[in-house]
């Protein structure tokens, strides 16, 4: 029976990994992810406060045609159908942030209506046999505590372990996976370094001392996690980019170099060997953070697990000074977002972080998907890229697994099409369609054999 279910997908199928893939494993988890402020929309409901995308999405001209999350999904009032939504689609895992300003007031007490949601979403999710990964901080940082400073205060890394106290002491239990953070380097980076995300600053010192902080944050609340939630694993989720070389010269071969340190090494350094690499202040020379007494002790503590989220690579050469430039390629292929769809680069990260630190914690891939231009045409959705696009980074992850990386299962971003940050609605990265006047989801195709998928291996393990 086995080998009837195999041989009914020819090489033309548009989705089932190869026979031979380690996706076939049933403990390898398969699920979606989202982010409150992407999807919640009830911005002033049962007490929440304003967080620092509010106010970035209120400022003409940072967010595209003035789009914000004030309503994004509704899932605050359709989290119900969204969750058997999930559950009809066979997903294994689903991964989902808390916003902060929903469960602290500005003193730091509890709120409690904005606490119950997450119970009640987190509860269901659990019995229904869903394995939850939960971000406390997937971007939505208090406004209150932005107007103190933000991430460039170091006492916003004390509240947010405050915050994770609060947040594991009350669901402890329902929870299999907490990430302390989504992505430091696009908080410091985008948030601090360039302006292109909330709270919209630009300025290189002020973006390697928001990452200090954030990482202190990070290792600061994960004592606290393990001491409230002992059984539950934690980590932190990183964006990883691939950078190449524009050529074989020696220049652009260390501006791909410098790409990478500036991406990866920057936030996997202090987390995994301790300190902060030598080159990312010659490429920013005068930016050193101000880095107190035991800090990288706190920070480097060890994970249960390291969330990696990729989406491309980026071509670069030396910009003739001490850093890189980005050279597009030509005639290659892209997505909505404009980004080169390029799996080797997510297969080489992996193999090359499992050579670079000796103590890798096993990988969860959290966050991989793509925008595309998606339209509903007689109730269906056909997405034949994104289809393709799957099939061929779940085989990048079959070959990293193959070469010996550890990794435990894999979330699409994202279960429904949602708000993009500064693109607004215009990106469309659900396997699920939102029509945003209506808030009528459609399965698109890729969904639907992503679900094929889960259910024939279902089948083939309980014939095993
Ligand atoms: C990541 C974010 C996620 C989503 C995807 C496309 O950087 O973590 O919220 O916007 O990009």
């Not at 001209?61 to 004030?70: I, P």
């Not at 999904?73 to 991964?95: F, I, K, N, P």
């Not at 890394?157 to 106290?165: G, I, L, Q, S, V």
């Not at 972080?353 to 966050?367: A, D, K, M, Q, W």
């Amino acid at each position: 029976m086995a080998h009837d279910a195999l041989s009914s997908h020819s090489s033309a199928d548009p989705f089932t990994p190869a026979a031979d893939s380690a996706l076939w494993r049933k403990n390898f988890l398969l699920g979606a992810a989202t982010a409150s402020y992407q999807i919640e929309g009830a911005v002033d409901e049962d007490g929440r406060l304003p967080s620092i995308w509010d106010t970035f999405c209120a400022t003409p001209g940072k967010v595209l045609a003035g789009d914000s999350g004030a309503v994004a999904c509704d899932h605050y009032h359709r989290w119900e159908s969204d969750v058997d939504m999930l559950v009809g689609l066979g997903l294994e895992g689903y991964r989902l942030s808390i916003a902060w300003p929903r469960v602290m007031d500005a003193n730091g007490a509890s709120n409690r209506k904005g606490l119950d949601f997450y119970k009640r979403l987190l509860t269901r999710l659990k019995e229904k046999g869903i394995t939850t990964f939960v971000t406390l901080y997937h971007w939505d940082l208090p406004q209150h505590l932005e107007d103190r400073g933000g991430w460039l205060n170091r006492e916003t890394a004390y509240r947010f372990a405050d915050y994770a106290d609060l947040m594991s002491r009350e669901l402890a239990g329902t929870v299999d996976a907490w990430a302390t953070l989504n992505e430091p380097w696009c908080s410091a980076y985008l948030g601090y370094g360039n302006g292109h995300h909330a709270p919209g600053l630009a300025n290189g010192r002020f973006a390697t001392q928001a990452m200090h902080h954030l990482l202190l944050a990070h290792g600061l609340a994960l004592p606290v996690l393990r001491e409230n939630d002992p059984s539950s694993q934690k980590g932190i989720v990183a964006n990883i980019g691939r950078g190449t070389p524009n050529s074989d010269s020696v220049e652009d071969q260390r501006a791909a170099q410098l790409f990478e340190i500036q991406h990866n090494a920057w936030i996997l350094d202090p987390l995994l060997k301790g300190a902060y690499p030598e080159a990312l202040f010659e490429l920013w020379p005068g930016t050193e953070p101000l880095i107190l007494g035991g800090d990288m002790q706190i920070i480097s503590a060890p994970l249960d697990f390291l969330g990696i989220n990729y989406y491309f690579r980026t071509n670069v050469a030396t910009d003739g000074a001490h850093g890189f430039t980005e050279v597009p390629l030509e005639g290659v292929e892209r997505t909505q977002m404009g980004w080169e769809v390029y799996p080797d680069g997510l297969r080489d990260l992996l193999i090359g972080f499992s050579h670079e630190y000796s103590n890798l914690p096993p990988v969860y891939i959290t966050e991989n998907g793509m925008a595309s231009d998606d339209t509903v045409i007689d109730g269906r959705v056909n997405d034949t890229q994104r289809i393709s696009f799957l099939k061929r980074h779940l085989a990048a992850v079959d070959e990293a697994i193959k070469a010996g990386v550890d990794i435990r299962g894999y979330f699409l971003w994202s279960l429904m099409d949602n708000f993009e940050w500064a693109f607004g609605y215009e990106r469309r990265f659900g396997i699920v369609h939102v029509d945003y006047v209506t808030q009528k989801r459609t399965t698109k195709r890729s969904a639907e054999l992503v679900s094929q998928f889960i259910e024939e291996r279902k089948e083939r393990s309980q014939r095993a």
